[in-house]
């Protein structure tokens, strides 16, 4: 089997079958196929695209190229969450102990964040003193003991995925469906949950820019994890707007413990009701929609799931005071208010743009090398439709740099559009 | 200018402008994009294209990678002539002494030869004592002396096509219409010439396979060369079959002394009178084509083209005896006929895979690193359409290895059809 062959096959429109995908991807994993050969492959694939069978085994080819995670030693069925990626969505700090506080495991590798979207591993680091680069074991233990545990992808869970996708990344091959398909189920499958539950992103803050490429992205996810008998579902949601109020890593974790204190978002927590459910459902936890919900909202009504967290912050080493007291997380030297001169309505929120003013702010990464300033970022005062009083925030920004400030203030005006007639809000979940 | 940003517009189906393109080849020739990125691209090129103007800058671009060749100390207008390769096309050793005779100087730089096809400075090196190797002022003496000189490339010449060209060969993106017309043309303007007669090979053993890829081709290489103020014409000519009878590089040698000495293939001879007499008409030598024509066939008729051939290997350090005594040429130790057991016709030549046997008999390279055995190969009896009269040769085959001679011998029968019915000679110049 040349490697040859394989993209002249693909180039001309054919399939590749089973065998020669494990082939593929097991030998460009050990170094055997050159980066040449695999991004002529990766262009390839982008303009004659896979069928479901070839992206089902890409994504096992890649699955399997590391550490299979067993996740069997934890009682119950796990349910492991996935976005997309988008800008200020603090989902999983809000869902996970949510979820857990209603009994269901929560046993939940992520990433962390690139480009304009944050990541979840780099938002919890914010905490002084957490600690969640674990091994397999002390991740089990963690869930065992606490119902709830997020750890740092382990450096050998789907090796092949990694040097893929940082190819992949270089060379324009990053949209392509069942590529992107394959690269999050791969994770996912590789991670060892019983069920997945999506949130695929849609809009101009999303890696999905319309609604047809995402359900297609969708479908096809779903369809490879009930292939593999993991109970697989899928949402749809909007990106063109951010999800909640905070870009920024610690900014976020003061979001996330307003939701759990029954403040903040209102988009946050209705995505977080729609995604838990599901993940309630599939835990064999909450018969129908309607329980779940009820289950959940009690949890966070009932003080249980802002005490989970706070458990899940102290298991893992980290300063749980910052519940009670958001002062105890890093901040930012400089702060300056956008204040309303009158009474206006916020008629459009540039998720990308004001994803990418956190970024250079220090909020995220521009490479995988670059470090993170966890204290800075934007703090909306509110999303699309929303009328901002005079006098009020339209937005904040937290800086530690005057130049960047000064850059940042000007720079925000252009992606946040107001409006002196009431503004429709969009549609937050589409499927 | 980011290479990213660049594969992305192609990716999309943008026009890289002149400054990218030669961006792009200046960076790759010094080793600044990778080849991950430049494979992608080339694939990119495959799906989306170039226009004719994307094209004509990639070719001046990688033209102006290296040497650029200066022939104005040669008096007179220099024509090059180029065939885009096939099997038993032995061209060039006929045309260049029937045009030198003729008066037009002839300064050619060729290639070695590469899979199933020959390539010139191999079939000459068959010659005791050639050596082709030239600086550019020993290929500039050698035509003000003797009228004809013919070279190995130099190193230097081209060398962002020669990366590429070895990037395309591993990643599946040879066949792309406007890379082959950058690719020969880059060549063709660099090694310094006044105007450019192109045979472009049609049919089963040439890398195009129908006459409308063979046109765009040809079209395509001809605006490029008539944009850069070099007179350009071409020619399709069919490789369906092989286009003289012998196939391997002392072979050849024989079948071009037996074409100049009046003998020979008549295929062979048509396809150098077509082209010889544009270079002629180019070189401003003849007015027309029937003049053109009279002057080939007197320079044949008269032993002088045979006699330039002569001076010309004489010049070189060859072995000039050889054209009067062709056993002074290699000799393969075993000589296998296949005698026709009644009088038959030649159904059909398959060109491509009887280039590929005596490519593994060592007449070819499979690799560039290969060394080449100069006397092995295959003599045709005749072509298509061609009576072999009962015990005459239908091939012979000629070879330094017993084993090999055996697989060629049956091998060689599955390739050459026969038929009892007289059948259709095909035709030999499309256009």
Redesign the interface.
């Known amino acids: 089997m040349r490697m040859?062959d394989l993209?002249?096959k693909k180039?001309n429109g054919g399939a590749l079958t089973e065998d020669e995908i494990y082939s593929i991807i097991s030998e460009y994993t050990k170094g055997a196929i050159?980066?040449?050969?695999?991004?002529?492959l990766?262009?390839?694939i982008?303009?004659r695209g896979m069928t479901p069978e070839e992206t089902a085994s890409l994504t096992l080819a890649m699955a399997h190229s590391g550490d299979m995670v067993d996740l069997s030693p934890i009682k119950g069925i796990k349910v492991d969450k996935h976005s997309t990626g988008g800008v200020a969505d603090t989902t999983t700090l809000v869902l996970a102990p949510m979820v857990a506080a209603c009994g269901a495991p929560v046993a939940k590798m992520s990433g962390r964040g690139l480009g304009h979207t944050g990541g979840t591993i780099d938002k919890l680091e914010s905490i002084p003193g957490m600690r969640l680069e674990l091994s397999v074991e002390e991740f089990i233990d963690n869930v065992n003991k606490c119902g709830i545990s997020i750890m740092a992808q382990t450096k050998n869970l789907t090796p092949a995925d990694r040097k893929l996708y940082g190819?992949r990344d270089?060379?324009?091959?990053v949209d392509s469906i069942p590529l992107i398909a394959s690269s999050i189920m791969s994770k996912k499958i590789a991670a060892g949950a019983d069920g997945i539950v999506l949130d695929v992103k849609v809009g101009r803050g999303a890696f999905m820019k319309d609604i047809e490429n995402a359900e297609e992205l969708a479908d096809l996810m779903i369809s490879i994890g009930n292939s593999v008998g993991k109970k697989t579902v899928a949402h749809i949601t909007n990106m063109d707007q951010p999800l909640g109020l905070a870009i920024g890593n610690a900014l976020e974790i003061v979001e996330a413990i307003g939701v759990l204190k029954g403040g903040g978002s209102k988009d946050l927590l209705e995505v977080c009701l729609v995604l838990g459910a599901d993940m309630l459902k599939i835990a064999g936890v909450a018969k129908d929609d309607g329980k779940a919900k009820a289950m959940l909202k009690d949890a966070l009504d009932s003080g249980r799931a802002l005490q989970k967290f706070k458990e899940f912050i102290k298991s893992r080493g980290g300063d749980e005071r910052v519940v009670d007291d958001v002062s105890l997380l890093p901040k930012a030297k400089y702060i300056e208010r956008w204040i309303a001169d009158k009474d206006v309505f916020i008629k459009d929120l540039m998720a990308m743009e004001l994803g990418l003013i956190a970024m250079k702010l220090g909020a995220g990464r521009e490479k995988k090398e670059d470090s993170i300033d966890y204290s800075v970022g934007i703090m909306l005062g509110g999303k699309v439709g929303d009328l901002i009083k005079k006098g009020a925030p339209i937005a904040t920004i937290y800086a530690n740099d005057k130049n960047r400030m000064g850059w940042a203030a000007r720079e925000i005006k252009k992606y946040i559009l107001l409006s002196d007639e009431p503004v429709e809000r969009p549609i937050l979940i589409h499927k």
Chains 1, 2 share one sequence.
């Open positions: 040859y993209i002249l180039r050159p980066d040449y050969q695999m991004s002529a990766a262009m390839a982008y303009f190819l270089v060379t324009a091959t």
